[in-house]
């Protein structure tokens, strides 16, 4: 069995970008059959600083990794089982590049440029083009429905892997449990120890 945990920085960084992952799908879910009005267009602002914010922290995550190595899953694992890990993991990884990204060619496409928290303005890719924006929005959407179906595999895996095998997998990914310490009694100094 493994003993090696994540470090804090990844654990801190994975927990933050699957809480975002799974708030601005939702936000999508709901704004998808908003009418048109200011309030819609607020909430898509939201959820393209959500993403162009996901798409930084992965990039800092992939950074991160190039320097820290993740710890190795145990040996004692089935080889198909670290194999769909692995699989697992790149996967994901490609879905949190292409997800923003498909959402910034499509708000180009459509003729809405993202000005990030309304600050900065994000240059547009394509050209306007109604029909690249609707057919981009369908590949967003797909993108979106295979993420959350990876996530709930990756999640269902870990959960089954911590409640079933009792193996270290989930904790490895855990924040670590404080230490209690170990209390030494303290002794007046006016009293002699060894009476």
């Known amino acids: 069995m493994s003993t090696s945990r994540y470090a804090p920085v990844a654990i801190g960084l994975h927990w933050l970008i699957a809480l975002m992952i799974l708030v601005s ?12 009005s200011p309030q819609k267009l607020k909430i898509f602002s939201w959820h393209k600083w959500a993403g162009v914010t996901i798409f ?9 990794r190039l320097f820290n190595a ?5 040996e004692a694992l089935p080889k198909w089982q670290r194999v769909i890990a692995a699989a697992t993991h790149y996967l994901l990884y490609m879905l949190m590049f292409a997800i923003p990204l498909s959402g910034w ?3 180009s496409a459509k003729g809405f440029q993202t000005v990030y928290f309304g600050i900065l303005p994000i240059p547009d890719l394509l050209q306007k083009n109604a029909d690249l924006g609707d057919a981009l929005r369908n590949v967003h959407e797909f993108l979106n429905w295979l993420m959350i179906s990876v996530v709930a595999l990756h999640a269902a895996a870990a959960l089954k892997h911590h409640f079933i095998d009792k193996d270290d997998v989930l904790r490895r ?5 404080r230490q209690s310490q170990t209390s030494i009694p303290s002794t007046p100094l006016n009293e002699d120890p060894t009476t």
């Open 25 to 36: 799908f939702s936000v999508g879910l709901y704004m998808a059959d908003l009418p048109f």
């Open 56 to 64: 930084m922290l992965v990039v800092l995550r992939c950074i991160w």
């Open 70 to 74: 993740a710890p190795a899953l145990s």
């Open 105 to 107: 060619l499509m708000s």
């Open 173 to 177: 990914m855990l924040p670590a449990k």
